[in-house]
């Protein structure tokens, strides 16, 4: 076990510590996937509705919301390292009681759990960031992003899998091997970080009111997140809709297919994060935008193509991850002791912009269908350009000081 005390930031990270974090972050997030693609055999197991059975991966999604808010900010006043560990155990627990629930009631606390405790990917990046030098932070973040994206990919392609051959109890039961795997991986390798504030819980919460009034980035980063995720959740909730329509005929087997391109946005995450440690990050977040911008518009005459919504997808996926990218390592650059507080205000912010786009594209697709759910894209990325612009006297500002 490595008790050296890393509490002075910017020391830099080695490579497998970095591997380790980077697949760590893509393990645990694909807990709260697992159960997607199995929700017909768990409604089968407990003789409920598909309906009811889908309450369950909604229940993860707001753990998930919960947990980043009421655990990640811990990060700042509890050992980094140890709270991790501490949280391992809980997940493995939740993990292992979705497995064996003996009822759908059950079921559904363990759903909620486990989207509570798989936050460990919100301690992660902060930790990796404060490990990184300063000149390598975007493209360390990146990397560590990667390993996320990768896992929300790949999670519902395995699950998917083993829930058919060896049914879908198994798959957490794997799943709680892997976080043990992890767990003692962990134990040997992670370095600790002490932590710099002194205040008690109440007041730890209470600060991320006060983060948010008193940094202009913070609230640059959240809202140009939220605007470009709203973008996100806006096209993936409808796209199955799209390709249910006579010209194409095709249902959620194809959507997923789809998600394979979203393979472009973990290699465009990593690369990013490279490019903003070498370039004016607040240029490379405009070019970001303007992509998410021009793949709505191809989305808007693409109802009928194939190709355009595969050049439309690489496009928006890459645009999103970017921004993502740039976002972060912004935050992140704000104040060392208060990284995980950071992280959660603008996570919070983030998620809740893409309950608000799936929201905004779920009403709109009822009345002007595909061609309104491309106009609404198209407003909330044109708004996420206006949010940044707005700021460039604040960020150029921030330059010079620094």
């Known amino acids: 076990m490595s008790n050296t005390n890393t509490s002075k930031a910017n020391t830099g990270i080695n490579k497998i510590t970095l591997w380790v974090m980077t697949v760590t972050t893509g393990l645990v997030v694909a807990n709260l996937y697992y159960g997607q693609p199995l929700l017909s055999d768990i409604a089968r197991t407990y003789h409920v509705s598909s309906g009811e059975a889908g309450s369950s991966a909604m229940l993860t999604q707001m753990g998930y919301a919960f947990g980043m808010l009421l655990i990640v900010p811990l990060g700042d006043m509890l050992k980094r390292k140890k709270l991790i560990m501490i949280d391992f155990s809980l997940i493995i ?55 996320l994206l990768i896992g929300i990919l790949l999670s519902r392609t395995i699950s998917g899998y083993i829930g058919q051959l060896f049914g879908w109890h198994v798959m957490y039961m794997i799943a709680a091997g892997l976080m043990l795997l992890l767990w003692v991986i962990i134990y040997f390798l992670f370095p600790e970080i002490e932590p710099q504030y002194k205040g008690n819980y109440p007041e730890l919460m209470r600060s991320l009111i006060t983060l948010i009034q008193t940094e202009p980035l913070l ?41 394979l391109v979203g393979a472009f946005g973990a290699l465009g995450a990593a690369l990013m994060g490279r490019v903003s440690d070498k370039t004016n990050p607040y240029t490379v977040t405009t070019l970001s935008i303007l992509l998410i911008i021009v793949s709505f518009i191809v989305f808007f005459f693409s109802d009928s193509s194939l190709t355009g919504l595969i050049i439309g997808v690489i496009l928006l996926d890459l645009g999103v991850q970017a921004t ?55 407003v909330l990325s044109v708004a996420a350009l206006f949010v940044h612009f707005s700021y460039r006297k604040t960020v150029r500002l921030n330059l010079k000081l620094n």
């Open 324 to 378: 993502h990218i740039s976002n972060q390592t912004t935050i992140f650059s704000l104040s060392a002791e208060a990284r995980n507080r950071l992280n959660t205000v603008y996570m919070v912010t983030y998620f809740l912009g893409g309950a608000g786009g799936t929201f905004l594209a779920s009403r709109v697709w009822n009345t002007w269908h595909w061609h309104g759910v491309a106009g609404i894209g198209i």
């Open 93 to 147: 627990i939740s993990l292992l009681l979705a497995a064996f629930a003996p009822s759908f009631t059950v079921m559904l606390i363990a759903s909620f759990l486990i989207g509570f405790t798989s936050v460990i990917p919100q301690l992660i990046i902060p930790m990796a960031a404060h490990l990184s030098k300063p000149n390598e932070r975007g493209k360390t973040v990146g990397f560590v992003m990667s390993g």
């Open 219 to 259: 609230r640059l980063a959240a809202l140009r997140g939220a605007l470009c995720y709203a973008c996100f959740g806006a096209f993936w909730t409808t796209l199955v809709f799209l390709l249910r329509q006579p010209q194409f005929n095709l249902g959620s087997e194809a959507a997923g297919l789809f998600g």
